[in-house]
């Protein structure tokens, strides 16, 4: 039997112990780490005086991060390094590149499971990466030299003076506004670009082809259209060249350009598409279209964003709702008005032409995410990448 001292003891305990465990790491926080000058928003928590982040936030960084399913681990590469860091482990397992071999390392705090999330040393790994991190205690807030140049591939619009224009419709194809939305172009004669979702076209090949026929671009808008920015590297890679592989399948070609879902993206996804030789098209007229927006809004919208060189963002593709009849009423409206103005109307391979011609692209830091952007249309489906697994 036990004794009341005893019960007494263990519901003390009880209660204690979740405190003991979780401790202040139970705060989830949110605060800006400044990488390379830049404030980026990061949910944190504060462990054993250990500054914790999820891991893929270091994909801001430009470090390509990875999840090791078998060792459950979170690996890191840049440059010539790559390491490992196993969930509930206070130590990195650290490849050297010259004897093929996996050396342990200690680290001062254990990587640690948050909320089904790793959460890694944010210090430790940034030094780890061979890059400069400094603490300013008079502004509270940490600040990452990355030494990781990730060359500028992000466009919100041409650079040209002369008038034209690109329309690009993402997110299908789809058999519903997708007709519709080719039949106003053919009887206007104008060309657009269609961001494809991988998956929309195993469903609809016979309209992705159609897309093609007519002569307008093709460009690719991953394969399930999860945000770029919450995947590992080795998930975003595939999403890409899956889709890559479908186009070339079902078209026998495939394009350069690609945008990311809901624009969003970090500068390791930026080093994934110039390692792939891909373009990133973001825009320089958004539509709210998805948002149910009238002709009229649309509109509105139109006559006060288009600019030489412009890159107008619509959709053709509405899981929830028919929210896009807006854009079949507003499209002819914009054709005809914008051409009233001088406008040409062209793809986005066009335009990227046309400006290789005037500018070549800059080298130097990628831009950061617009802040425009529409909700999740569709959930991710976890994908679990395959990395080489550290030594044991
Ligand atoms: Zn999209």
Avoid: C
């Avoid at 139109?302 to 107008?312: K, N, Q, V």
């Amino acid at each position: 039997m036990f004794s009341k001292k005893k019960i007494f003891f263990a519901l003390v305990m009880f209660l204690l112990i979740p405190s003991i465990v979780y401790g202040n790491e139970s705060r989830l926080l949110e605060a800006p780490i400044y990488i390379d000058d830049v404030p980026i928003n990061t949910r944190y928590i504060m462990r054993e005086g250990h500054l914790m982040v999820p891991a893929l936030y270091l994909k801001h960084t430009g470090a390509y991060v990875d999840w090791n399913d078998q060792y459950r681990s979170v690996v890191f590469k840049a440059k010539d390094k790559m390491f490992a860091l196993p969930v509930g482990k206070s130590y990195s397992d650290d490849f050297n590149q010259s004897t093929g071999k996996w050396i342990r390392h200690p680290l001062p705090t254990s990587t640690i499971d948050f909320g089904g999330e790793p959460f890694v040393p944010l210090i430790d790994v940034a030094k780890k990466l061979g890059m400069g991190v400094r603490y300013d205690p008079k502004v509270n807030r940490t600040f990452i030299t990355t030494n990781l140049p990730i060359a500028a591939n992000s466009i919100e619009s041409a650079g040209t003076t002369e008038k034209l224009v690109a329309l690009t419709f993402d997110d299908g194809p789809e058999d519903y506004y997708t007709p519709k939305i080719l039949s106003i172009l053919k009887e206007k004669g104008v060309p657009a670009t269609f961001f494809v979702v991988g998956r929309q076209i195993t469903y609809f090949p016979e309209i992705m082809k159609q897309i093609a026929k007519d002569g307008h671009g093709i460009a690719n808008h991953t394969w399930h259209h999860p945000d770029l920015r919450y995947q590992w590297s080795s998930t975003v890679k595939e999403e890409i060249i899956s889709t890559q592989n479908e186009m070339q399948k079902v078209l026998g070609k495939k394009p350069d350009v690609f945008r990311p879902p809901y624009g969003a993206y970090t500068k390791a996804d930026v080093a994934i598409l110039n390692e792939i030789g891909m373009r990133n098209i973001l825009w320089s007229v958004d539509t709210l279209d998805w948002s149910g927006m009238s002709a009229e809004a649309i509109m509105e919208i139109i006559h006060r964003d288009a600019s030489p060189g412009g890159i107008i963002l619509q959709h053709n593709f509405q899981s929830k709702a028919r929210l896009l009849d807006g854009t079949i009423e507003a499209l002819p409206r914009i054709i005809d008005d914008l051409q009233k103005q001088g406008y040409k109307f062209v793809t986005i391979q066009t335009m990227l032409d046309e400006q290789k011609g005037q500018n070549p692209p800059a080298e130097g830091q990628a831009i950061e995410p617009p802040v425009s952007q529409p909700p999740a249309q569709e959930k991710p489906i976890d994908q679990q990448p395959i990395v080489p697994p550290p030594a044991q």
